[in-house]
């Protein structure tokens, strides 16, 4: 299979533009289905139906992009204590709290009924490949600026790691310096510090991450052998890593081991990552593509592709279709920059 270079995602929302995408030199398409049902616990697939033959006739991958993170609002008002929340008290509704066993439950339900669908339509042929969200946008992380395991669920499972880490809380104290009288009187730190402690729930964070992309990969696995596995697994700014839980390569690392690591969307946004992190990726085996906007203007998108290239990322990631070009196809400004740089980097020269 030839490497993937350039990649989209959306809806897409007309079918020109699919015929557009190729023309411009796009070579993979990340089509959005939500494992998410409505209140009546009905789903919506229709547009697998509409774009996935449409992306196979003209020689674009798809890949069906799995956003767990659209909970919608009945999933809240039914179960409001699955949301995640910090120290300060504050609630996020941007994804369910990964240790919520009803939020596992409705995901794991919401994939099976994705392939279920595309079986049933005839549809598995024309999947290329599978991209799985796990937490905002899709990202393997979590938002940063706060740790966002706070919720009861989240409390339950780190109270839990802890008695698996330390064999009594007799030693828990001894190695934190702490006095503890019991292991339900630990709550995580409320920011990041060079403590002991701190590092042993970073441990817990990132385990959790990681163990929730494997189960929902799982999910996938026994329904499809995708040929390609993606993930949204950003880079982002050292001392914001601890709160975002980012670490691309200690993910991909035990997901390629499990066979389900292919290509990794990486950030490209300046001071976020280094060009040797890229490479740690790349010698994975792992392709990289890097991305920084999702509908950037025609500088950004130049700008962006520059990024990618000197960081050593394998193709750009070009945002999605209807910030290129129009509903017939035609291209824009953005549109009409980005072939060149796609048309550039084929020829192996840095985009100008």
Same mark, same amino acid.
């Given at each position: 299979?030839?490497?993937?270079?350039? /990649?989209?995602?959306?809806?897409?929302?007309?079918?020109?533009?699919?015929?557009?995408?190729? +023309?411009?030199?796009?070579?993979?398409?990340? &089509?959005?289905?939500?494992?998410?049902?409505?209140? =009546?616990?009905?789903?919506?697939?229709?547009?697998?139906?509409?774009?996935?033959? &449409?992306?196979?006739?003209?020689?674009? *991958?798809?890949?069906?992009?799995?956003?767990?993170?659209? /909970?919608?609002?009945?999933?809240? =008002?039914?179960?409001?204590?699955?949301?995640?929340?910090?120290?300060?008290?504050?609630?996020?509704?941007?994804?369910?709290?990964?240790?919520?066993?009803?939020?596992?439950?409705?995901?794991?339900?919401?994939?099976?009924?994705?392939?279920?669908?595309?079986? *049933?339509?005839?549809?598995?042929?024309? /999947?290329?490949?599978?991209?799985?969200?796990?937490?905002?946008?899709?990202? !393997?992380?979590?938002?940063?600026?706060?740790?966002?395991?706070?919720?009861?669920?989240?409390?339950?499972?780190?109270?839990?790691?802890?008695?698996?880490?330390? +064999?009594?809380?007799?030693? !828990?104290?001894?190695?934190?310096?702490?006095?503890?009288?019991?292991?339900?009187?630990?709550?995580?730190?409320?920011?990041?510090?060079?403590? /002991?402690?701190?590092?042993?729930?970073?441990?817990?964070? *990132? =385990?959790?991450?990681?163990?929730?992309?494997?189960?929902?990969?799982?999910?996938?696995?026994?329904?499809?052998?995708?040929?390609?596995?993606?993930? !949204?697994?950003?880079?982002?700014?050292?001392?914001?890593?601890?709160?975002?839980?980012?670490?691309?390569?200690?993910?991909?690392?035990?997901?390629?081991? !499990?066979?389900?690591?292919?290509?990794?969307?990486?950030?490209?946004?300046?001071?976020?990552?280094?060009?040797?992190?890229?490479?740690?990726?790349?010698?994975?085996?792992?392709?990289?593509?890097?991305?920084?906007?999702?509908?950037?203007?025609?500088?950004?998108?130049?700008? =962006?592709?520059?990024?990618?290239?000197?960081?050593?990322?394998?193709?750009?990631?070009?945002?999605?279709?209807?910030?290129?070009?129009?509903?017939?196809?035609?291209?824009?400004?953005?549109?009409?920059?980005?072939?060149?740089?796609?048309?550039?980097?084929?020829?192996?020269? *840095?985009?100008?």
């Amino acid at each position: 299979m030839q490497p993937i270079q350039f /990649v989209s995602w959306g809806g897409i929302g007309s079918p020109d533009r699919v015929k557009g995408a190729a +023309s411009l030199g796009i070579d993979t398409h990340r &089509l959005p289905l939500s494992p998410w049902s409505n209140e =009546q616990g009905e789903y919506d697939f229709h547009a697998a139906d509409i774009y996935l033959p &449409l992306l196979k006739r003209v020689g674009l *991958r798809a890949i069906v992009s799995i956003f767990s993170h659209g /909970v919608p609002d009945w999933f809240w =008002q039914r179960y409001p204590d699955t949301k995640p929340r910090n120290a300060q008290g504050e609630y996020g509704t941007w994804a369910g709290s990964i240790w919520s066993p009803q939020v596992h439950t409705e995901v794991l339900k919401g994939i099976k009924e994705i392939f279920t669908y595309l079986s *049933r339509r005839g549809l598995l042929d024309l /999947v290329d490949g599978v991209e799985v969200g796990v937490g905002m946008e899709g990202q !393997l992380s979590y938002l940063w600026g706060s740790f966002w395991a706070f919720d009861p669920y989240a409390l339950m499972a780190y109270h839990y790691f802890l008695r698996g880490r330390f +064999s009594s809380i007799h030693h !828990l104290n001894t190695a934190w310096g702490t006095h503890y009288a019991e292991f339900g009187d630990i709550f995580p730190p409320s920011h990041y510090q060079q403590t /002991v402690a701190c590092h042993t729930f970073l441990d817990f964070y *990132r =385990q959790s991450i990681l163990e929730t992309a494997e189960e929902w990969s799982e999910a996938v696995a026994t329904r499809v052998q995708p040929k390609i596995w993606v993930w !949204l697994s950003h880079f982002i700014a050292p001392d914001q890593r601890p709160y975002a839980a980012r670490y691309p390569e200690y993910y991909l690392s035990h997901l390629r081991q !499990l066979g389900r690591a292919d290509v990794a969307i990486v950030s490209v946004v300046p001071g976020w990552q280094t060009r040797p992190e890229v490479e740690n990726l790349r010698k994975l085996g792992v392709q990289t593509i890097g991305e920084w906007d999702i509908t950037p203007t025609p500088q950004r998108q130049l700008q =962006q592709a520059q990024l990618a290239w000197d960081l050593g990322c394998n193709g750009l990631f070009v945002g999605v279709l209807e910030n290129l070009m129009d509903d017939q196809g035609r291209l824009n400004e953005v549109g009409s920059i980005t072939k060149r740089i796609i048309k550039q980097w084929k020829n192996g020269k *840095r985009p100008a």
